[in-house]
């Protein structure tokens, strides 16, 4: 009978502390990854107001490809001339 009180007098003692602590510890882990997932989530939203501009930029850069190629086509025909 005196085990008993014993056994409960350790689990009371050393036992629900320690499991008090890891999860202690657990959930201030927890709150850090929700922290930082909610970084990431803001992060990712004010990212899509940027891409959503992507077309447009694109078609910006494909009119300036297209400028650039026609004066280095002319450019190469100037020299060819000269060189030739």
């Known amino acids: 009978m005196t085990w008993w009180w014993i056994a409960n007098a350790v689990l009371l003692l050393v036992v629900v502390p320690v499991l008090v602590a890891l999860l202690n510890r657990v959930l201030a882990a927890v ?12 992060g990712g939203v004010a990212l899509i107001g940027e891409v959503d501009r992507v077309p447009e930029l ?18 190469a025909g100037s020299v060819a001339k000269l060189l030739g």
């Open 31 to 42: 709150e850090r990854i929700r922290g930082a997932s909610d970084n990431i989530l803001a």
């Open 58 to 75: 694109l078609a910006v850069t494909d009119q300036t490809i297209e400028d650039v190629s026609t004066g280095a086509v002319r450019y």
